[in-house]
């Protein structure tokens, strides 16, 4: 797909984008070529392939879940103004 200026220009005005007058051949250039690209991709046979999330075929190592830092909500909550049953009390701020 070939973009013209009119293009570059629609798409700068929807970005809310300033593109200058000389910019606007390059961007047409650049534009182009990513679309081009895409257009190559979608052309690709891809009906008999599976999903995958990774391309290798491998777990990941997960680790122990076990507890690694002490509780100090006692400590956070020292600078509190108000506090009750170790939560933070706060105004109400919607009637």
């Known amino acids: 797909m ?4 009119k293009d570059i220009e629609y798409i700068a005005h ?3 984008l300033e593109v200058h007058e000389d910019e ?3 961007y047409t250039d650049k534009l182009g070529k990513i679309i081009g690209f895409i257009d190559a991709l979608d052309a690709a046979e891809t009906g008999d392939l599976l999903p ?3 391309p290798l075929n491998m777990s990941q190592r997960l680790r122990p879940d076990v507890v690694t830092a002490a509780d100090q909500r006692d400590v956070y909550q020292q600078n509190a103004a108000e506090k009750e049953g170790g939560l933070y009390i706060v ?3 919607v009637e």
């Open 2 to 5: 070939a973009l013209t200026r």
């Open 14 to 16: 929807l970005a809310r």
């Open 24 to 26: 606007i051949p390059a």
């Open 52 to 54: 995958m999330a990774h």
């Open 91 to 93: 105004p109400r701020v």
